[in-house]
C-alpha cells in the first residue's frame, strides 16, 4: 500500500501544481477536472481525483466547485503595501466584480520576487476561482506562474504578462511625458526626476518618458535621484536636490514621494514654486491640501480596476479569444506647485 509522509504544520497545504504532478498531468487539466470540464478523459479524470485524494487536497473546495461547476470568484493578487494606489485599483476591482455577481479573494505577496507571486497565485488556485487579477509588477515569470495562467484566466496590470495573460494598463510613459512637458513648457531650461524604485515597472516606464521628452526637446536628462514609494525617500531625495541651485523644476514619480521633496525644499529655504516646480503622479486624496497644493497626473485607479475586472470576465467567457491590450489615458491637474520659471 502506498503511503505518503506526514506533513510538516510549517509546510504550505498542498495545491493545484502539487495535484499535477503526482498525476502527470497539466496543472490546466487539474482545473478542467476540478470544474466539471466534459472534454476529459475518464482515465485522465481518475488520475486527477486520485491525486486528490492522496495528498488531501482542499477536498472540501474541490467538491464544492465540482458540484457547481463554478466559484464565483474572482482571485486578486496584490503587494502587501499601504500605497495608495494598490489600494485604490483593489476597491475598483471589487466594486466592479460586486456589481457583476462575483466575490473578490485576495492573496497578497511580499516582495516582488517571482517565488513570492507563484505562492499566492497556487493560494487563489487553489480556491478555485474562476479568473485571477495580477495587481501588482510580474517582472520575471516561472513555471509554475505559467501552469496556473493557462489553468486559469489571468489579467495583468501594470503592464507585465507571461504567455497566457491579457494586458490591462496605465500608459506611465505618457504619464511622465505630460508632466516633463508641462514643465518645459513653463519655461524650466530642464526637470530633474525622482523615479521609483527599479524592480518596478511602473517607474521605469516613467522614467523612460521622462528621459525621451527632455532628449527629443534637445536636452541632456541629468541623473535621476531613487525612491522608494515612500515619503522617507522623497524627502531624502528632496535634501539632495535642494541644495543644487540650478534645479529648477523636479518630477517625481508618486505624490507620496513628492510630499517628502516638498518637505525637504521648505526646511532648506527653497520656495514652491517661486524657485522650485514639483509635479508627481497619481492625484491621490491628499494632493489638493498638500502646502502648495500638488501639480500632479491623475490616474483614474477605479476606472483601472473596474476595466481589468471587464477584460477578465470576457477572458473568461472565451479563453481562445485574443482580447486586444486596455491602456486607460492618465491626465494633468494644475495646481499650485509649479510656475514659471525664476517666479
Known amino acids: 500500500m502506498t503511503t505518503t509522509a506526514p506533513r510538516s504544520s510549517t509546510q504550505r497545504p498542498p495545491g493545484m501544481t502539487d495535484v499535477a504532478r503526482v498525476a502527470g498531468v497539466s496543472a490546466q487539466t487539474v482545473s478542467r477536472v476540478l470544474s466539471g470540464h466534459p472534454n476529459v478523459q475518464q482515465k485522465t479524470r481518475a488520475k486527477v481525483l486520485a491525486a486528490v485524494e492522496q495528498l488531501g487536497y482542499r477536498k472540501n473546495?474541490?467538491?464544492?466547485v465540482l458540484s457547481s461547476g463554478r466559484s464565483r470568484t474572482i482571485g486578486v493578487v496584490q503587494l502587501q503595501t499601504s500605497f495608495y494606489s494598490r489600494t485604490a485599483i483593489a476597491v475598483g476591482i471589487e466594486q466592479a466584480a460586486r456589481a457583476a455577481g462575483y466575490s473578490v479573494s485576495a492573496a497578497t505577496s511580499p516582495s516582488l520576487d517571482a517565488s513570492s507571486i507563484e505562492e499566492a497565485m497556487s493560494r487563489l488556485a487553489d480556491q478555485g476561482v474562476?479568473?485571477?487579477?495580477?495587481?501588482?509588477?510580474?517582472?520575471?515569470?516561472?513555471?509554475?506562474?505559467?501552469?496556473?495562467?493557462?489553468a486559469?484566466?489571468?489579467?495583468?496590470?501594470?503592464?507585465?504578462?507571461?504567455?497566457a495573460t491579457e494586458i490591462v494598463a496605465i500608459d506611465q510613459s505618457q504619464a511622465a511625458r505630460i508632466a516633463t512637458q508641462h514643465l518645459l513648457e513653463l519655461g524650466h531650461k530642464t526637470v530633474w526626476h525622482v523615479s521609483g524604485p527599479s524592480g518596478w515597472l511602473d517607474?521605469?516606464?516613467?522614467?523612460?518618458?521622462w528621459r525621451r521628452t527632455l532628449e527629443d526637446a534637445g536636452i541632456t536628462p541629468p541623473p535621476a535621484l531613487e525612491g522608494d514609494w515612500s515619503p522617507a525617500s522623497g524627502y531624502r531625495n528632496g535634501l539632495i536636490l535642494g541644495r543644487i541651485p540650478e534645479v529648477t523644476a523636479v518630477f517625481v514619480a508618486s505624490d507620496e514621494m513628492a510630499f517628502g521633496v516638498i518637505r525637504a525644499f521648505h526646511e532648506l529655504g527653497r520656495r514652491i514654486p517661486e524657485d522650485i516646480s514639483v509635479v508627481g503622479v497619481d492625484d491621490i486624496?491628499?494632493?489638493?491640501?498638500?502646502?502648495?497644493?500638488?501639480?500632479?497626473v491623475a490616474q483614474p485607479f477605479a476606472e483601472m480596476g473596474e476595466l481589468a475586472v471587464q477584460h477578465l470576465l470576457r477572458y473568461m467567457a472565451d479563453p481562445e479569444v485574443t482580447l486586444a491590450p486596455a491602456s486607460v489615458e492618465p491626465h494633468l491637474i494644475v495646481r499650485s506647485s509649479t510656475g514659471p520659471v525664476g517666479g
Open 130 to 150: 474562476e479568473g485571477i487579477i495580477l495587481a501588482l509588477p510580474l517582472v520575471h515569470s516561472t513555471k509554475a506562474i505559467e501552469e496556473i495562467t493557462k
Open 285 to 296: 486624496a491628499l494632493a489638493e491640501y498638500c502646502s502648495p497644493s500638488l501639480t500632479t
Open 61 to 64: 473546495n474541490a467538491a464544492r
Open 152 to 163: 486559469t484566466p489571468t489579467i495583468t496590470i501594470d503592464g507585465s504578462r507571461t504567455s
Open 203 to 209: 517607474a521605469l516606464s516613467r522614467a523612460e518618458g
